[in-house]
């Protein structure tokens, strides 16, 4: 009997191979794997980029990025001793020293529309701006006078010009951004502003 294997990239780099060009990824929030909750990340060719498996019954409170192929990226980890809903991004599967953190905006004194920001060793890196709910938020970049790194989009059908819900949307990032972070901040909103 003939067996069928998906054709997957070596890398994620090399399924996002144009880096001039902004990366238009299609995500679709749902496991691969029966029983999983998670993410399956697809770039504009139709190839798997990446993935998140989470167990249904296991802590939402570490996430790990991977490729197509289930190599660990990003180790995405809730910080249980802070103010505030905060979120640290690792290298592979490693717990020390985050590439960055993302915490949530609590204060409605500041920016209504900014929902998160994201830094580097104390210094501020992006301001995550709009509505996740609603899908419509865009990742803007601090030292570069606001520009736009990232984008969050209701992801509408090619026939019939209808929508695929809340659970199929498009990320797009920009050549300036790393995909995976933008898939890592990603899954960070989705964490801080999932309705239960």
């Known amino acids: 009997m003939t067996k069928v294997h998906p054709k997957f990239s070596n890398t994620y780099e090399e399924s996002l191979s144009d880096s001039k060009a ?10 691969l794997l029966f029983n999983c909750d998670g993410f399956t990340v697809y ?17 939402r409170d570490n996430i790990v990025l991977m490729d197509a192929c289930g ?13 505030g809903d905060c979120w ?5 599967e490693t717990q020390r020293d ?16 900014s929902l998160a920001w994201v830094s580097a060793k104390k210094t501020v890196l992006y301001e995550v701006e709009g509505s996740y709910g609603q899908k ?14 990232a984008e969050i989009k209701k992801k509408d059908a090619m026939v019939g010009g ?35």
């Not at 060719?45 to 296991?58: A, H, T």
């Not at 990742?139 to 606001?146: A, G, H, L």
């Not at 809340?166 to 990032?173: A, G, N, P, R």
Request: aromatic share 8%; hydrophobic share 40%.
């Open 43 to 59: 770039n504009s060719n139709g190839n798997l980029v990446f993935r998140v498996d989470n167990y249904m019954n296991s802590p």
């Open 136 to 149: 419509s938020c865009k990742i803007v970049d601090v030292r570069r006078n606001n520009k736009k790194t």
């Open 22 to 31: 902004a990366a238009v990824l299609t995500v679709w929030k749902k496991s």
């Open 98 to 113: 985050p590439i960055f953190t993302a915490k949530k905006n609590v204060s409605i004194l500041t920016n209504k529309r």
């Open 71 to 83: 190599l660990p990226l990003l180790s995405i980890r809730r910080k249980k001793l802070s103010l």
């Open 88 to 92: 640290a991004v690792y290298d592979g």
């Open 162 to 196: 209808g929508s695929f819900g809340k659970d199929v949307f498009k990320l797009i990032v920009e050549s300036d951004m790393e995909p995976r972070v933008g898939m890592a901040l990603t899954i960070i909103l989705d964490q801080m502003f999932r309705s239960y």
